[in-house]
């Protein structure tokens, strides 16, 4: 979880009371406040909310399945996977920023010139 969440509040002429409930519970930026009314969420609607992927985990028993595959954050980067398909990229580069003709060249040398051309 990222400390640099945004804090997303209703602005101060909107009144809560007017709200529709069940398009709010699609708004990705209102989170903070489903989470605060969570007996007036729409369930069906909130699970195509991309960032309402934790409020639905905690809640599966009444996640609208059929909804809920059109939700982008069903799916989470594979960070291992990204690792081993990267692995023969990783060992290429090093081979040819590490040799010995680069490391101990003269202290001014614009190495990213060399490697990267204009």
Not at 10 to 17: A, G, T
Not at 32 to 38: A, F, G, I
Not at 52 to 61: F, P, R, S, V
Not at 83 to 104: C, D, G, H
Request: hydrophobic share 35%; with cysteine; net charge negative.
């Amino acid at each position: 979880m990222s400390l640099n969440k945004p804090i997303w509040k209703l602005r101060d002429w909107i009144d809560e009371n007017k709200l529709y409930w069940n398009y709010l519970s699609e708004n990705p930026n209102a989170i903070d406040l489903l989470e605060k009314n969570q007996k007036k969420i729409d369930w069906c609607r909130l699970s195509v909310n991309p960032n309402a992927i934790h409020l639905l985990e905690q809640n599966q028993e009444i996640i609208i399945w059929k909804y809920l595959t059109t939700n982008p954050s069903i799916f989470e980067l594979d960070y291992e996977a990204m690792k081993r398909n990267n692995q023969a990229t990783y060992k290429e580069l090093i081979k040819e920023v590490m040799k010995p003709s680069r490391v101990f060249k003269n202290p001014d040398y614009d190495y990213i010139e060399e490697l990267f051309g204009d």
